[in-house]
């Protein structure tokens, strides 16, 4: 199964590219599936009705068996080019599950919860595991990645959960 890490920020200084690259030594060294980095910034994606859409964006999201969500909380909310990319496409979308790991100063469980409503809209099941990293204690500078070794079994118990998940849904796609 193919697997696409999203990172959901565009912002110039952004951390999600390191928390993504954590995600995936992870999930290569737990699991036999393929993951890429899907980077919603390299898609270049035009706000929704001002053009026309990105073809490459929905083909990259249909040939995915399942997501995981890099989700940072900006202002209790989660980024405005996430929620464009996710409104972006839509039955690409549909009977898959994904995983949310959410980062913030207090977690990112607000941006996380509210991803979760967006993308049960568009027919995604999201896992209850949610590796949430806090800004002043897994970050160095609020800029450097640097998170405990303990976080590492809630990632692994994400993926556990995602996996099992891709695969029942895979029978119904």
């Known amino acids: ?33 393929q993951f890429e980095i899907v980077d919603v ?11 026309e ?5 929905n083909k990259k999201i249909s040939e995915l068996d399942g997501y995981i969500f890099i989700v940072q909380e900006y202002n209790h909310g989660f980024a405005a080019s996430l929620k464009n990319a ?4 839509r039955e690409e979308w549909f009977d898959k599950a994904a995983g949310i790991v959410s980062y913030g ?6 941006a996380a919860e509210q991803l979760r409503n967006v993308l049960a809209e568009q027919k995604v099941a999201t896992v209850r595991t ?3 990293f806090n800004l002043f ?9 640097k998170p405990g070794e303990h976080m590492a079994a809630g990632v692994n ?3 556990d959960e995602l996996l099992l998940w891709s695969k029942a849904f895979a029978t119904i796609r």
Not at 14 to 24: E, K, L
Not at 41 to 51: I, N, R, S, V, W
Not at 53 to 57: D, E
């Open 53 to 57: 859409p990105n073809l490459a964006w």
């Open 86 to 89: 996710v409104d972006s496409a």
């Open 105 to 110: 100063s207090g977690g990112g469980i607000r």
């Open 1 to 33: 199964m193919k697997f696409g890490i999203i990172l959901g920020s565009t912002r110039e200084g952004r951390v999600s590219p390191q928390v993504g690259a954590y995600i995936q030594e992870i999930a290569n060294q737990q699991s036999e599936h």
């Open 130 to 132: 949610n590796p949430a």
């Open 41 to 51: 910034k390299a898609f270049d994606l035009p706000f929704m009705g001002t053009a």
């Open 137 to 145: 204690t897994d970050f160095e500078n609020f800029s450097t990645f």
């Open 157 to 159: 118990d994400m993926l």
